[in-house]
């Protein structure tokens, strides 16, 4: 089973991205910020990170660029407000692997999330 982390502040979406991940197979963590989910990969395996940008202590890409300096290759799918071509620049120049842009269809999510799982075995 993939463990699927998910940082996203806004507990809704958080809740309901870790219950559509649940009910299609997948182990969601769930993280309300970037600290918090820096804290959880110390403490457990993780296959993916579903992450926001716009978060309270540590943010998306503040994230992102951490794990890429500590060499963590994990895939990284960004799921954000932020739909501007410089806020996409700066999530791929980062390191993240795919980006969507709220509101998101949950089930393109699920797509995505599978493919960047296939890639990264």
């Known amino acids: 089973m993939f463990h699927i982390l998910v940082a996203e502040d806004d507990r809704e979406l958080r809740e309901l991205f870790c219950h559509v991940l649940s009910e299609n197979g997948y182990e969601a963590i769930p993280a309300e910020n970037g600290a918090k989910a820096l804290e959880l990969l110390d403490q457990t395996h993780i296959d993916l990170i579903i ?3 716009m978060m309270p ?3 998306g890409i503040e994230l992102t660029i951490a794990l890429r300096d500590a060499r963590y290759e994990l895939p990284i799918l960004m799921i954000t407000a932020k739909n501007g071509m410089v806020d996409k620049q700066k999530g791929f120049q980062a390191g993240v692997d ?3 842009i709220k509101p998101v ?3 393109e999510m699920l797509w995505r999330v ?3 799982l296939r890639r990264a075995q």
């Open 105 to 107: 269809d949950v089930n």
């Open 51 to 53: 992450s926001d940008i």
């Open 57 to 59: 202590k540590i943010d």
């Open 98 to 100: 795919d980006y969507m």
């Open 114 to 116: 599978a493919a960047l």
